[in-house]
DNA sequence: CGAACATTTGAACATCTGTTCATATGTTAT
DNA sequence: ATAACATATGAACAGATGTTCAAATGTTCG
């Protein structure tokens, strides 16, 4: 009376859902991208951003300035939401003007939005 | 020369463009709760749930049976996904079966999905 | 009621994450 | 080349987050 107490041992378990939903669950990987992808939206200074970026692409100065943050701050997160392809960069003399990559964002953020107000 | 060296002082900030973007952002609530609703998604143990429960309802014991992890585990998350409104619950006699509150994720899951494979 | 089952909950712990600070890199103009 | 500006980066620190463990709650059935 030690072996995994946690997980109910048979009794509540009903085998043919379980054994059905395992089968049709996306492996490991895919939902591990799915997440990681969904983080990047979790954050309140990344999710700004991207606001700020719908409306204009931008340098990473003005963006420090608009949401009253140190312009390292933004950096680092400009960095991590462009290793995940949702925006991109390009250089302007001793700028860096940085954009949305595509409309995915929009799209995504319209969808969250539905959920709120409702 | 110390006060906020962060912030680039005024040169590289574009006054038109940050006036203009500043007034169009939404306040500071909605990007929380917008953030916070995002952050669900954000974990690979409760993208998981989600996606086996787009699959079936099912009660815990069940989806910890799918997933390989405890049953306290999967509780304290179902609990924080239906706090989010993005899942329900109802009592069957011992169990407590949970289910997806709305459509909205499958459309948020599918939004992510759109992005991941392009 | 008491035993067995299913789920919930709280505290503790370890890990992850975001910001800060100091410094480095890269660009332009003198 | 040097100075000034714009951005990037690394290490350190603080706060948030997820899992575990132990114990509590709620439900059914004998």
Avoid: W
């Avoid at 085998?15 to 490991?28: G, M, Q, R, S, Y």
């Avoid at 340098?59 to 009253?68: F, H, N, T």
């Amino acid at each position: 009376m030690a072996d995994d107490m946690q997980l109910c041992e048979t009794q509540c378990v009903h085998e043919d859902i379980v054994e059905k939903v395992k089968k049709l669950l996306p492996d490991e990987e895919a939902i591990y991208d799915l997440a990681d992808l969904f983080k990047m939206f979790g954050d309140t200074t990344r999710m700004k951003i991207m606001y700020v970026l719908l409306e204009s692409e931008m340098c990473v100065c003005d963006i420090a300035e608009i949401l009253g943050m140190t312009q390292s701050a933004i950096s680092h997160q400009l960095r991590i939401l462009k290793s995940s392809k949702l925006i991109t960069s390009r250089r302007e003399g001793k700028s860096v003007i940085y954009f949305l990559a595509d409309d995915h964002v929009r799209s995504i953020v319209n969808q969250g939005m539905e959920h709120i107000f409702e």
